[in-house]
Nanobody, 123 residues
Framework: QVQLVDSGGGLVQAGDSLRLSCAAS????????MGWFRQAPGKEREFVAA????????YYAASVKGRFTISRDNVKNTMYLQMNSLAPEDTAVYYC????????????????WGQGTQVTVSS
């Protein structure tokens, strides 16, 4: 079983950048496919990005492709989400997740979740 702690959120202005981190412990990190999801107030949780256990393949939601970059360091047991050109519509609580379903964009396919980190983008 893996425990996830996500961090790095904050209040920024439109056009700024942030890097989120997700630190994993208690499991074989490189055997898990990892993902980032986000949930804005009054909306359902939505897929942002995913990365294979090896880090060799990544997937992005259309809304963030070209602006966000997902990566992982299997030595440090940490996953990252570099977010550039942030916009007010990116405001949400961001969650990292771990599972064994390759490249899934479905929240139900992830078994473990971080506690969430708030990202607020002002216009």
């Amino acid at each position: 079983q893996v425990q996830l702690v996500d961090s790095g959120g904050g209040l920024v202005q439109a056009g700024d950048s942030l890097r989120l981190s997700c630190a994993a412990s208690g499991g074989s990190f490189n055997t898990y496919h990892m993902g980032w999801f986000r949930q804005a107030p009054g909306k359902e949780r939505e897929f942002v990005a995913a990365i294979r256990g090896t880090g060799s393949v990544t997937y992005y939601a259309a809304s963030v492709k070209g602006r966000f970059t997902i990566s992982r360091d299997n030595v440090k047991n940490t996953m990252y989400l570099q977010m550039n050109s942030l916009a007010p519509e990116d405001t949400a609580v961001y969650y990292c997740a771990a599972g064994h379903s390759y490249g899934s964009s479905r929240a139900a396919d992830y078994d473990y979740w971080g506690q969430g980190t708030q990202v607020t983008v002002s216009s």
